[in-house]
Structures are given as structure tokens and as C-alpha cells.
């Protein structure tokens, strides 16, 4: 079984509220491995640490973001990738297309919720010390954008696992 982080849009808070039954989550996309660059950018604005949706944990192992400055933020990413030489721009234009039919497919909510507590089971640290350090990441969005340009610059071949765009499903492991 691959680990993975998991990717859902919600209308609560976690940390106002547990989840309830009826309380509408849709799915986003999983990523086997890690957590790609796509979610960071979803989960950057005003992220904060929150109760899990999926698993019963005493601390904060998931991570909320705004949902709509969230997108935003991560089609204007898609339009800087058009004036980078690393992407092909009609195949850019494919995966602007691809991603933009999938959200608006998806009804808006308040929230993207990040879960990655099958990852933190890989690492032997507490699940709270890598959850900070993940917040820690998107709360220098900017600075992981630039080492993504770094290492597709150089690994290009791996470039696009960096990205994970063309991976956005509303089936999941765990569909809520």
C-alpha cells in the first residue's frame, strides 16, 4: 500500500468542529509519496494546523487553507510556468483546461483540508513535528515555487512528479 496524502475541499472548520455526518468533503486528489507542489499552492493562504478528518490523532496532523485565494493562487502559478522554459505551452494549456473542467466540477467551499498522516507514519518523528513542519512550508510558498524551478531545471525528467498537476480525482482511498 502506498503512503499518501489526501486532498478534500470542505465547508467547516476542523478546529471550530469535528465532522459530521452529512457534512459535504469533496475530493481533490492523492499523491503517493509526498505531498506535490499543486496542493501546496491550494493550501497556501492563511494555512493553519487542524484536527484530522480522517484519522483519530490527539494532535493537529492536517493541514486547512482558504479554498477560492487557494486556486487562484495556483492557476496564476500555472501562468508563470507559460513564461518558463520548462513546459511545453500547449501542454500547459491542456493541464490549465484539465485542472480549471475539474473545479468546476467541484462545489466551492470554505476550505481545502490536507491530510497526510499516511505519510507521517514513514518518518520516525512525531506526527505534530512534521505537521509544523509542513505548515512551515507553505508558509514559504514562495521560496518552495523557487526550488521547484531549481530542481526541474535540473532533474527534468522528474519535473513534473514535483508538480502533480493531471492527478485531481474525486475518487479516493478515502472518499468521505
Same mark, same amino acid.
Given at each position: 500500500?502506498?503512503?499518501?496524502s489526501y486532498l478534500y475541499a470542505v465547508n467547516f472548520d476542523p478546529t471550530e #468542529?469535528?465532522?459530521?455526518?452529512? $457534512? @459535504?468533503?469533496?475530493?481533490?486528489? /492523492?499523491?503517493?509519496?509526498?505531498?506535490?507542489?499543486?496542493?501546496?499552492?491550494?493550501?497556501?493562504?492563511?494555512?493553519? /494546523?487542524? %484536527? %484530522?478528518?480522517?484519522? *483519530?490523532?490527539? =494532535? @493537529?496532523?492536517?493541514?486547512?487553507?482558504?479554498?477560492?485565494? !487557494? &486556486?487562484e493562487r495556483m492557476y496564476a502559478f500555472i501562468e508563470e510556468l507559460k513564461t518558463?522554459? &520548462?513546459? *511545453?505551452?500547449?501542454?500547459? /494549456?491542456?493541464?490549465?483546461?484539465?485542472? #480549471?473542467?475539474?473545479?468546476? !466540477?467541484?462545489?466551492?467551499?470554505?476550505?481545502?483540508?490536507? /491530510?497526510?498522516?499516511?505519510?507521517?507514519?514513514?518518518?520516525?518523528?512525531?506526527?505534530?513535528?512534521?505537521?509544523? $513542519?509542513?505548515?512551515?512550508?507553505? !508558509?514559504?510558498? *514562495?521560496?518552495?515555487?523557487?526550488?521547484?524551478? #531549481? =530542481?526541474?531545471?535540473?532533474? @527534468?525528467?522528474?519535473? $513534473?512528479?514535483?508538480?502533480?498537476?493531471?492527478?485531481? %480525482? *474525486?475518487?479516493?482511498?478515502? %472518499?468521505?
Open positions: 500500500m502506498a503512503n499518501r #468542529r469535528k465532522r459530521e455526518d452529512g $457534512d @459535504p468533503a469533496a475530493s481533490i486528489g /492523492e499523491w503517493n509519496y509526498g505531498v506535490p507542489l499543486c496542493f501546496k499552492l491550494l493550501l497556501s493562504v492563511n494555512p493553519r /494546523e487542524v %484536527s %484530522s478528518i480522517l484519522f *483519530d490523532y490527539k =494532535d @493537529p496532523i492536517a493541514v486547512i487553507g482558504e479554498y477560492r485565494p !487557494g &486556486l518558463r522554459d &520548462l513546459y *511545453d505551452t500547449a501542454e500547459l /494549456e491542456r493541464l490549465l483546461a484539465e485542472t #480549471r473542467k475539474f473545479f468546476a !466540477g467541484i462545489p466551492e467551499e470554505r476550505y481545502f483540508v490536507l /491530510e497526510c498522516g499516511e505519510l507521517y507514519q514513514m518518518e520516525d518523528r512525531d506526527f505534530g513535528e512534521q505537521n509544523r $513542519d509542513l505548515l512551515k512550508q507553505l !508558509g514559504n510558498i *514562495d521560496g518552495e515555487i523557487e526550488q521547484f524551478y #531549481r =530542481d526541474a531545471a535540473e532533474q @527534468p525528467k522528474d519535473r $513534473d512528479w514535483l508538480l502533480g498537476f493531471g492527478e485531481w %480525482s *474525486d475518487v479516493l482511498y478515502y %472518499s468521505l
